[in-house]
C-alpha cells in the first residue's frame, strides 16, 4: 500500500478582511509556491482523513490584548460505524478536505467583532476541521481489495496541535477549547491532553456545545446509541485513546465514548453547554427512526407545539435523564454549566444563540455572558433551565435533516 494521497501538505489557514462583521477563512489545500507565505501550515502523512487528503484547519489570529490567547474549535458533523457508512462518509466533506468549501464564516464564539463576541473577539481562533469520523479519536486503518480509509482522529489532534505550537500556542497565556456536537464530544476527551501539552502556567479550560450525548434507550426499548458508539470504537481503534481511567472502571471500552463516564476523570476545568431537550439526540438517541416505524413521532419532532401530552411527557425524561447524568459535574471545582429548556443543537457556534439581542436566556443571562463569567472567574456560571414550555426566550432550532446517527 503506497503513502496516504494528498500526504506531505496541510491546508493552510488563510484569513480575509472581516465583511460586514463576519471574518471570511480561507482554506488552501495545495502547498503555496512563495517560500516567504506567512501560511504555508504542513503535516505529517499519519494524519490524514478518511479518504487520506490532508486534514485541515482555519486560523483568524489575534490582536492587542488577545494577541498571546487561543480559542480553539472542534467541527461537529456526526460519526461514522461501519465500512459501508465511512466510505460514504469519504466521499463528502466530512470525510475529505477535497469535498470541503475553502471559505469559513467565523460567527458566534469564533467572531472578531467585541459587539458579537465580547471575551474572545480579539484572540486567536481556530477551526478544526472535522473529516474522521470519530470525533477526533480513531488510530486504525481499514483495507481491503477495493477500499482503503484512515481512522486518523487521533493523529490529526496531535499533528494540528503541534503545528499550532509553531505559530504561537506554545507562547500562549490563555487557552479555550471547545466544539459543538460530535465536536463537543471530542472536547470531553481531548481537554486534559491539551492542559499536559500546553504546561501548568498557561489557563486552560474547555467546553462543550451539545456534546453531552447520553447513554439512553430509545423509546422502544433498544439501546440504539449504545450499539453505535460500540461498532464506531471497535472499527476506528478509538479504545486505545480513551482515558485510562475510565476504561480500568469498565468492561466495556464504547461506555468510556460516553461523556457521563468520561466526565468523573476529566481534571482540566470544563463547561458544558447543551439543551436539556437537544434536537439530534431527541430525533436519534430517544426516538430514532428505527423506533417509531409508523411515524407516529414525525409531526413532534418537527413542531415542539403538537407534540401530545404523552409525548411531552417522554421528553421530559429526556430532560430529566441528562439532569441526574450532570449531578455528578455540579460540585466539580471550576465547573460551569448553562442547561436551557430550548430544542436546539449547537448554539455557539450561531450569532442568534450566542450573542443577540434575544438570545436565548437563564436568569436574564445570555450563553455569552455565563461562559464568560466562568472563563474569567467573574461570578456565578451555573444555570440550569425550568422545564419546557416555561421558557419564552427559546429560538426552538428544528433541522430539516432526519437522516440517521452518522448523517448528523
Known amino acids: 500500500m503506497g503513502p496516504p494521497r494528498g500526504s506531505g501538505t496541510l491546508p493552510a489557514a488563510v484569513a480575509t478582511a472581516g465583511v460586514a462583521g463576519v471574518v471570511a477563512i480561507i482554506i488552501c489545500i495545495v502547498r503555496l509556491r512563495d517560500p516567504s507565505a506567512a501560511f504555508d501550515f504542513f503535516l505529517p502523512a499519519p494524519a490524514v482523513c478518511l479518504d487520506g487528503s490532508p486534514p485541515a484547519y ?12 487561543w480559542l480553539l474549535q472542534f467541527e461537529g458533523g456526526g460519526w461514522c460505524n461501519d465500512v459501508r457508512s465511512c466510505a460514504e462518509r469519504a466521499g463528502t466533506r466530512r470525510g475529505s478536505t ?22 474572545f473577539y480579539n484572540w486567536n481562533r481556530v477551526k478544526l476541521r472535522y473529516c474522521d469520523g470519530g470525533s477526533f479519536m480513531g488510530d486504525s486503518i481499514y483495507t481491503n481489495s477495493s477500499t482503503v480509509l484512515y481512522f486518523s482522529g487521533q ?38 491532553s491539551l492542559k499536559e501539552r500546553l504546561g501548568g502556567t498557561v489557563t486552560v479550560k474547555c467546553l462543550s456545545d451539545a456534546g453531552f450525548f447520553l447513554d439512553l434507550s430509545d423509546i422502544s426499548g433498544n439501546n440504539t446509541i449504545r450499539q453505535f458508539f460500540s461498532s464506531l470504537v471497535s472499527l476506528q481503534g478509538v479504545h486505545k485513546n480513551l482515558n485510562m481511567d475510565c476504561l480500568n472502571s469498565t468492561d466495556n471500552a464504547y461506555l468510556c465514548f460516553f461523556p457521563q463516564f468520561a466526565l468523573p476523570n476529566i481534571r482540566t476545568p470544563f463547561f458544558i453547554l ?23 413521532w414525525s409531526h413532534c419532532k418537527s413542531d415542539p407545539g ?5 409525548q411531552i411527557a417522554t421528553l421530559q425524561g429526556l430532560r430529566s435523564a441528562m439532569l441526574s447524568s450532570l449531578k455528578q459535574f455540579e460540585s466539580k471545582p471550576k465547573a460551569g454549566m448553562f442547561i436551557n429548556s430550548c430544542f436546539a443543537h449547537c ?10 439581542p434575544n438570545s436565548p436566556l437563564i436568569d436574564n443571562k445570555k450563553i455569552v455572558e455565563v461562559v464568560g463569567d466562568w472563563y474569567f472567574e467573574r461570578g456565578a456560571a451555573m444555570e440550569i433551565d425550568c422545564a419546557y414550555p416555561c421558557d419564552s426566550t427559546c429560538h426552538n432550532l428544528i433541522p430539516f435533516d432526519q437522516n440517521g446517527i452518522s448523517g448528523a
Open 155 to 192: 493523529r490529526i489532534w496531535d499533528a494540528i496541535i503541534t503545528d499550532l505550537l509553531g505559530k504561537g500556542l506554545a507562547r500562549a497565556e490563555k487557552v479555550l477549547l471547545s466544539g459543538c456536537s460530535a465536536g463537543g464530544l471530542a472536547t470531553f476527551f481531548h481537554c486534559d
Open 98 to 119: 477535497r469535498f470541503m468549501a475553502k471559505v469559513e464564516f467565523f460567527t458566534g464564539i469564533l467572531s472578531n467583532r467585541a459587539a458579537m463576541n465580547p471575551d
Open 274 to 296: 447543551n439543551s436539556a431537550y437537544d434536537v439530534y439526540q431527541f430525533h436519534h438517541i430517544l426516538v430514532p427512526p428505527s423506533s417509531d416505524p409508523r411515524g407516529h
Open 306 to 310: 403538537a407534540c401530545s401530552t404523552p
Open 347 to 356: 448554539q455557539s457556534e450561531l450569532q442568534d444563540t450566542w450573542f443577540a
Open 58 to 69: 482555519h486560523l483568524h489570529r489575534g490582536s492587542g490584548a488577545g494577541a498571546r490567547n
